[in-house]
Every structure is written in structure tokens, then in C-alpha cells.
């Protein structure tokens, strides 16, 4: 999860938290860029803003 969305264009840094099933992600990545990337590695997701 943090390599598919670390490779994301605009992601500067992720932090995953796997016993509470989320990700924080900092930078100017889009989100519709990082539920691809999710989906893409076999993941799910919502972004929340």
C-alpha cells in the first residue's frame, strides 16, 4: 500500500497505520491518481480530504 501510493505523481510522504486500515498522505497528489494506484496494487480505499 505505501509503495503504490508513495509512486504517485504530487505524494510526498505516506504513513500507514495497518491495525486501523489507514493510510495519511501528504503532498498535492490527486485523489483520483491515488484510489488508481490503490486499486491497481489489489487495495481498496476512500479518500478522505
Known amino acids: 500500500m505505501q509503495g503504490a501510493l508513495a509512486g504517485v505523481e504530487g505524494v510526498e510522504s505516506v504513513e500507514v497505520d495497518f491495525k486501523n486500515k489507514q493510510a495519511t498522505v501528504t503532498g498535492k497528489a490527486e485523489s483520483g491518481a491515488m484510489m488508481e494506484a490503490?486499486?491497481?496494487?489489489?487495495?481498496?480505499?476512500?479518500?478522505?480530504?
Open 38 to 49: 490503490l486499486q491497481e496494487a489489489g487495495f481498496g480505499g476512500t479518500v478522505n480530504k
